[in-house]
């Protein structure tokens, strides 16, 4: 975008391949709409687009498409990789036409020595590790801290510019991208670890008050940058701790970027791959998986969530393989079961129970004893099997399945159909006998409703979220409710007057979420995304409320 460029341009700490990567999945998605495709084929056209990107800024096509199953897709299927193959393949033939086929920064030769470095190799992971999760949050802690600020959005950028601009009088490595300066720490032997060193907190510091003050630009260079200043320290230390190892601190470097880029976007595959297309050698592989691996293990473990995931997150929406969770995913057993619910004593009768069974229609009810813990459950079809029984404590089955309050109705709901059971006591997890309710199919039922609206309100808030991310400061996203005999109920949206400068972006209408059209008549109840500027918004709400509130 044009922002990206003018942030880059003058200086600021921050990447280019994130803006390409919103622009092609942008075009992506453009091209899905004016098709009239399927939501999943948007979604295979938005990746394919961030694959494209990718490759033609690495000039890296296994790497862009590694990248888009990873982070846009979140998962590695057949159905979606020949479209995005091409689209990387493409992207970079082109690309190569153009701009030439070297890379983003020359790659030396790689050397690997002996076996006995693989040790150096896991203590850079060990390293790059906590410094990716700290990358990630200090993104996140300074553009908190900037949104505190009640100042105007361009003293902010003005603010987080002479910061930058004051660091680069000493460090001019730190302005723009650093593609250059990776190059020389890749290919130079002179670069000293103490410049190294304070490289490293620089763009550690700096990129998150770049993109916190608002300068538009991405994370990945940044991260490479890192984990280049990380790695070629690292191995100018164990170059002068184990001199017979012969240890080649730019090849460090090299291992150092990947396992940055994998600890701060989790995708160890897109990091691996990425380091092996540029230097086009086998022997880096060993090296490569060790550190990422080691990396990643540590920055999930310190940092759940990826520079991509968190802002999600933090917005309340996660993603399980680049979806909304299953639906019965986001219900727990807690929420679902019954709380008000009949027991048997295991002292009284197969007649008394019968007879309760058929006061309360239940097919079958837990069975506790005395001191009032569970003990089993007892069915109909015990009470007809129990050949010279009299009491239900020696009818009902012992050997049962029971569940626990915060387990997700998902898992227990494979576990009831697995044996074929229609209801399930729920225990406490410190005390399995402590009955604390039941799960009947009729409850899984009616969560099953509550899972789809939670859906429905998180597929609403995930779109809330993307467009205020997208609109200038000045433009307001809100979500406007339809009340009873509201003017606008019944009536078609190209006969409603909406203010000129409003855009009805989405209608949610019960489960549907839907773009409205011209012919979309609107109901009570309807709750609309509105894009407005100023006084806009009033006008809308004015349209959407009952006639005396409007007085």
């Known amino acids: 975008s044009a922002a990206a460029v003018v942030s880059i341009g003058t200086g600021a700490s921050v990447g280019p391949e994130d803006p390409s990567v919103q622009i092609g999945a942008s075009l992506g998605s453009l091209l899905g709409q004016l098709l009239h495709v399927s939501d999943d084929r948007v979604r295979t056209l938005v990746a394919a687009g961030a694959a494209s990107a990718i490759a033609a800024a690495f000039n890296a096509p296994i790497a862009g498409v590694f990248f888009a199953l ?87 950028t003005v603010g987080a510019g002479a910061v930058v601009g004051i660091t680069g009088l000493f460090l001019p490595q730190v302005f723009g991208v650093g593609y250059e300066t990776i190059g020389e720490i890749l290919n130079k032997n002179d670069i000293t670890l103490w410049l190294l060193l304070a490289l490293l907190l620089a763009k550690l510091i700096l990129t998150p008050i770049s993109i916190g003050g608002g300068f538009h630009g991405g994370v990945f260079a940044p991260s490479l940058f890192i984990g280049a ?105 807690g929420e679902a079961m019954q709380l008000d ?13 019968a007879e309760i069974l058929m006061q309360t229609r239940h097919h079958g009810l837990p069975v506790v004893n005395e001191k009032g813990l569970l003990v089993g459950v007892l069915t109909v079809e015990d009470i007809e099997h129990a050949k010279g029984k009299t009491y239900v404590g020696e009818a009902c089955t012992r050997e049962i399945e029971t569940a626990y309050p915060d387990e997700t109705l ?100 019960g489960q549907q979420v839907f773009v409205p059209r011209g012919n979309t008549e609107l109901r009570a109840g309807d709750i609309l995304v509105v894009v407005a500027v100023g006084e806009a918004l009033e006008g809308v709400q004015h349209l959407c409320s009952r006639p005396e509130d409007i007085l």
């Open 341 to 353: 619910m009949s027991t048997l004593p295991e002292s009284a009768t197969l007649n008394e129970a």
């Open 410 to 509: 998902n898992k227990v709901v494979r576990r009831m159909s697995r044996r074929d059971v229609g209801r399930l006591p729920v225990v406490a997890r410190d005390n399995p006998q402590k009955l604390v309710g039941v799960l009947r199919r009729t409850d899984v039922i009616r969560s099953y409703d509550i899972a789809l609206t939670r859906r429905t309100a998180q597929r609403h808030r995930e779109q809330t979220v993307h467009l205020d991310a997208l609109t200038p400061t000045r433009v307001d996203v809100s979500n406007v409710a339809i009340e009873e005999n509201a003017p606008c109920i019944g009536k078609r949206m190209s006969e409603i007057p909406f203010p000129r400068e409003s855009v009805i972006a989405s209608v949610r209408r």
């Open 70 to 156: 990873e982070i846009i897709l979140g998962e590695i299927g057949s159905g979606s990789l020949g479209i995005i193959l091409v689209a990387a393949v493409t992207s970079s033939v082109f690309t190569q036409a153009v701009s030439g086929s070297s890379p983003a920064f020359q790659v030396p030769q790689y050397a690997f020595h002996s076996a006995w470095e693989l040790p150096l190799y896991l203590a850079l992971g060990l390293l790059a590790g906590p410094i990716s999760a700290l990358y990630v949050r200090l993104l996140y802690i300074i553009q908190d801290f900037y949104k505190r600020l009640n100042s105007p959005r361009w003293v902010k």
């Open 229 to 333: 200043t990380l790695g070629g320290g690292f191995g100018i230390i164990a170059m002068y701790l184990f001199p017979g190892l012969n240890v080649s601190p730019p090849a460090f470097a090299l291992v150092g970027m990947a396992a940055v880029l994998a600890g701060s976007v989790h995708a160890p595959l897109t990091a691996v791959i990425l380091l092996f297309e540029m230097t086009n050698d086998y022997r880096i592989i060993l090296p490569l998986m060790f550190a990422v691996a080691v990396s990643l293990l540590i920055s999930q473990r310190i940092q759940k969530d990826s520079v991509y995931a968190l802002g999600l997150a933090r917005h309340g929406i996660r993603l399980d393989r680049g979806r909304d969770v299953e639906v019965m995913q986001a219900i727990t057993v």
